[in-house]
């Protein structure tokens, strides 16, 4: 729906990095505190191994972390190219000997009902929809995306024309883009002050994303708060307290426990979709609604 494969992943794919040994059942009783961890020039090691081919590619380690499923490391690192920065993830097996990458999948008879739970226990978005809808799909968004903004046609059209859902919201602004969290901090304010107010903002700053620069954001952003119905100056005095840049971590931390780590990412009744044609989309929202029966 939303995102081609970037070309990092495939030279990921094509390195072999796909190829693991399976793990041995050691490996399954390990606790997170004995997960071994490769140390920061390892990684930078590997990544030169894998992209010094090309002087045009950089990247920057985020994190080096024991993995949801034990035993295995996780290295986030954003690579930034001709096709711009992106974030990727990889998994390093207990011997250190190889890497995965894609994702780690809940299994069992109903593999979606612990994330589900963890959803309803930790949104603090704006919604949109029926209090009592059988679907609930929760986006976590960056204003500054590209994606988000191809995204959003899909989203209006599935609020429009299904009312079996309900729409969150939640923030999750990139590191990478230089203007996305004063935008989340703006939306937050925007969203406490009104609901409407908040679909009209965001929608605002994505038709303009071209137009918003970090050195204009804060003119462009109180100017599409007045326009969607709310005090502009009081959106940015909002902006910058304490209290809003708690919210918005608040956000990054539920993403980040749900191992988010791109945008736009959508969770229905707690199923991971990071994006997919707008019929499959329908579907799993179909599927999710008769399984709530």
Not at 48 to 63: E, L, M, N, R, V
Not at 93 to 109: K, N, Q, R, S, V
Not at 206 to 213: C, G
Request: contains cysteine; charged residues 20%.
């Amino acid at each position: 729906m939303f995102r081609r494969l970037n070309v990092f992943t495939m030279i990921l794919l094509l390195a072999g990095l796909a190829s693991a040994q399976q793990t041995n059942t050691a490996s399954h009783t390990a606790t997170k505190s004995s997960v071994n961890l490769p140390s920061e020039e390892t990684v930078n090691a590997f990544m030169q191994a894998t992209f010094g081919f090309d002087p045009t590619i950089h990247w920057k380690i985020s994190s080096i972390r024991p993995a949801a499923s034990l035993g295995l490391a996780e290295v986030d690192v954003v690579l930034t190219g001709s096709q711009g920065a992106q974030e990727q993830k990889f998994y390093i097996t207990p011997d250190g000997a190889h890497a995965l990458i894609g994702d780690i999948l809940p299994f069992g008879a109903h593999p979606f009902s612990d994330i589900q739970k963890e959803l309803v226990k930790g949104v603090n978005g704006p919604a949109h929809g029926p209090a009592d809808a059988p679907v609930t799909v929760v986006e976590f968004s960056d204003l500054q995306c590209p994606h988000c903004k191809e995204a959003q046609p899909t989203v209006s059209k599935l609020m429009a024309e299904n009312k079996t859902v309900r729409l969150v919201f939640q923030s999750f602004p990139l590191p990478m883009h230089d203007w996305a969290r004063k935008a989340a901090s703006y939306a937050d304010c925007v969203s406490r002050s009104s609901n409407d107010a908040f679909w009209k903002f965001i929608e605002s700053v994505y038709n303009a994303q071209s137009d918003i620069t970090s050195s204009n954001a804060d003119e462009k952003l109180t100017g599409f708060a007045d326009a969607a119905g709310v005090k502009g100056s009081e959106i940015a005095a909002c902006s910058v307290k304490p209290e809003t840049a708690t919210h918005i971590e608040q956000s990054e931390n539920l993403a980040k426990k749900l191992d988010v780590n791109s945008t736009p990412t959508f969770f229905i009744n707690g199923r991971k979709v990071p994006g997919v044609p707008y019929e499959v989309f329908v579907k799993l929202v179909d599927f999710a609604a008769k399984q709530s029966e």
